[in-house]
């Protein structure tokens, strides 16, 4: 797709969303244009999704995960912007929803999204099977081909949930293995499947999925967080990737992997 102008990103907010400042960075970084709009104002105004490119809903704890984390978030779009939503996503638009984001979009049925038929509820983003918040630095193996993802082979992000685990039957994780719409999965730092094994997979996921696509890999759901570890100097290992580079005489990039993402997204509209 070829644009003069910067692709704009529209990045939600409200009612406990929390991550749209450090999303909206990231898209500025990366040279798109982006704007933040709360759910009720988007509400009043849907033609904004007209002019927007990118439709991203970051992190947080809406509603306060009261009723299912992203679920009363997801219902409110549902009943006020579905046509809108789906209307946006049959263009050649980008989709990203991060942790509380990803399940809102879970919920809302944008994914799986199989043979383009949005608004099916085909897989639940559930409790952690440690029954515990985690917030912790895990590595990613990427799979699924999705626009977000080009040129992505693992990440090193973290992740900050009390439910973030991929629960589905066995039908359903065949057809995403078989669409290949698993977009990433946890692994060991060694490379190695996760193979449902704390705290390398920190929620037990089912298949150690941490994120999934539509069948047009431009909807991406990932409950791990990208804009938290854009830069180097935020990973927990930078004081050790500093030392190592000092020693060899080399200087660390200021992106990290978690920018990786946000890049593709701007590499899609150039």
């Known amino acids: 797709m070829n644009n003069t102008a910067p692709a704009k990103a529209l990045i939600l907010a409200g009612y406990g969303l929390n991550c749209e400042e450090e999303t909206l960075h990231a898209f500025e970084h990366v040279g798109l244009q982006g704007e933040i709009r709360h759910l009720n104002d988007l509400i009043e105004n849907p033609k904004e999704l007209q002019d927007a490119q990118v439709l991203a809903i970051p992190g947080g704890f809406s509603y306060g995960d009261d009723t299912g984390s992203g679920n009363a978030f997801a219902q409110k779009m549902k009943l006020a912007l579905w046509d809108h ?10 989709t990203i929803g991060i942790c509380n984001g990803c399940q809102i979009l879970s919920n809302l049925g944008l994914v799986p999204g199989f043979e383009g038929k949005y608004g099916v509820r085909s897989i639940a983003v559930t409790h952690n099977l440690s029954a515990r918040y985690q917030c912790r630095w895990i590595d990613l193996k990427v799979q699924a081909p999705s626009p977000w993802l080009n040129g992505i082979d693992r990440m090193h992000i973290p992740v900050a949930h009390g439910e973030g685990r991929f629960m589905m039957d066995e039908e359903t994780l065949e057809k995403l293995q078989n669409n290949r719409q698993i977009a990433a999965t946890y692994i060991a ?9 704390f705290p390398y997979n ?13 069948d047009t890999g431009r909807v991406l759901a990932i409950m791990p967080h990208p804009e938290r570890g854009m830069f180097t100097w935020q990973r ?9 580079a000092q020693r060899e005489g080399q200087t660390l990039e200021e992106d990290s992997d978690g920018m990786a993402i946000f890049s593709n997204a701007a590499k899609y509209f150039k």
Not at 85 to 94: C, E, H, I, M, Y
Not at 202 to 214: F, Q, R, S, V
Not at 236 to 244: A, G, R, S, V
């Open 85 to 94: 939503l789906q209307k946006f996503v049959a263009r050649d638009t980008l």
């Open 236 to 244: 927990d290992d930078y004081m050790e990737l500093k030392d190592k």
């Open 189 to 197: 730092p060694d490379g190695t499947a996760a193979d449902g094994e």
């Open 202 to 214: 920190p929620n037990g996921a089912y298949g150690d999925i941490a994120g999934i696509t539509d």
